[in-house]
């Protein structure tokens, strides 16, 4: 089953998984956002908040199903503003332009929610975040997706935003990590032989202080990764809105699996964990609702050299 797209709604797809899956690591549709064709069941498309992250919870109890008992979740989500508008409905972003039976206009909240307010950040980030700790994920960390060149916003009460969040969950208090393979460099000095300091710890030149030796030198280090990571978004000619960066998800599958390791992605796309996968010598299984995406799954799993 390994290096698979199982094609359907990944409610129903991730049950048919017979393979132990190392890690997960996915993008799921942001809320409200996007209509990806499929109005009756589409997540992303629930009336109010609180359904999408139950749908969501339910999507990721799946997961766990299939995870090894030191598995690791990774989940990047961003969030998005409550802006009601008493029609219900916001113009319609497509996801392929093939798709031109889609409807003109996406229902998107119609209804007005008590809780929130009009330019309300909604939270949807924590919100997933604490619902699956409520459901039994250990909640290990928050990482933030600083981008250099976020979409543009026309705003002026507020600072354009320019991060999102990928949260860190793990089906057991004891899980597979491998920080020393996404280790950063570190550059600073140190201090060793030979070279003549006086106590201020500034060079002697007058070798004043001959038996004060430490000199100052370069050296370059391995540190902890950080968990602010600066990835620049690099769309994927004919891929659909939401591609994933490489360069975001690779730290993922490098720290939460080893070599033949199976990746788990249950909204796949375009294809950008499989494709980060095999470059990484791991193997993949990926859920996706539409078919017509396939082709371009396997055109870019078919171009990793061109990233």
Known sequence: MKDTILYGDCRNTLKTITEKCQMCVTSPPYYGLRNYGNEDDQIGMEQTPEDYIKQLVEVFRGVRDVLSDDGTLWVNIGDTYYNYRSDGNYPKQSVSKTNQDLPSFTPVRGNKFKNLKSKDLIGIPWMLAFALRSDGWYLRQ???????????ESVKDRCTKSHEYIFLLSKSKKYYYDNESIKEKAVGERWGKNTPINMDNTKDTDNQFSGLTRPRKMI???????????????????????????????????????????????????????????????????????????????????LMSLL
């Open 142 to 152: 928050d990482i933030i997706w600083n981008k250099p060149n976020p979409m543009p």
């Open 220 to 302: 370059y280090d391995k540190k902890n990764k950080r968990s602010v990571w600066t990835v620049t978004s690099k769309p994927f000619k004919g891929s659909h809105f939401a591609t994933f960066p490489p360069d975001l998800i690779k730290p993922c599958i490098l720290a939460g699996s080893k070599e033949n390791d199976i990746i788990l992605d249950p909204f796949m796309g375009s294809g950008t964990t499989a494709m980060v996968s095999k470059e990484l010598g791991r193997h993949y299984i990926g859920c996706e609702l539409h078919e017509d995406y396939g082709n371009l799954i396997q055109k870019r799993l078919g």
